[in-house]
């Protein structure tokens, strides 16, 4: 949740839901307090969800439970990036291989709209959510949302990474890839306009990612 103080605080950056829960009902109620915490703050500028908003996109009582508290209790904008569970397991086929080793098939592959469009039909369900709650759509021409915020007295540039684009497979650590070009092309479209500061979240950790993948992506973010 990113929010500015009032009363004379510094704008700051406040996190909130990071509890771990293992049920349905746990999940909404995290997600009810996230809402809570928004609205306490009033001075919110936006709420950045990031990932897993369901544990499975398949489940009709997981999505209506989301429903519940989604999006009439966020007051603030809300921005999104997808998770591994944002990935419908039940659109990868064992057919469709996407084998992403080293950097020059990383380089290939967010090279090639067309690649980049197929890869994206597992966030399906995903990605209709978002074009109905928020009347954007993330597509192979725009995959990653990129926003510019006002936060109190700061100008906030905010890029949504997808880290999931491998993350369909259960071992998937170690393995993931987010895509240097397409980093490359939001920080550039934001520092054409002067943030004060560039915010770049999402769902994995680097930790998570692959080693070809973390040497060319971390320097990027330094410019975050």
Known sequence: MVNA???????????????????????????AQVAA????????KAVVVAGDLVNSWNSASQISSFKQVWPARFASPVHLVPGNHDVDRSRVSRR???????????????SER?????????FKPFLQFHQRVFKSTLDADAPLPVRRLTIGSLTIGLIGLNTAWLAHEADHG???????????????????RSP?????????????????????????????
């Open 196 to 224: 004060d500061l560039i915010l770049a979240i999402g769902h994995h950790p680097p930790s998570a990612w692959a080693p070809f993948e973390r040497t060319l992506i971390e320097p990027l973010l330094s410019r975050c």
């Open 96 to 110: 469709f291989v996407l084998d992403i080793p080293d950097a020059s098939a990383a380089e290939e592959f967010f």
């Open 5 to 31: 103080a009032s009363g004379g605080e510094r704008d700051k950056l406040v996190e909130g839901g990071t509890e771990r829960v293992g049920s349905r009902a746990g999940a909404v109620r995290v997600l």
């Open 114 to 122: 067309e690649d980049m469009a197929v890869a994206l039909r597992r």
């Open 174 to 192: 170690g393995k993931l890839v987010v895509g240097r070009r397409l980093l490359t092309e939001a920080l550039e479209q934001l520092e054409a």
């Open 37 to 44: 915490e928004a609205a306490a703050a009033k001075a919110a």
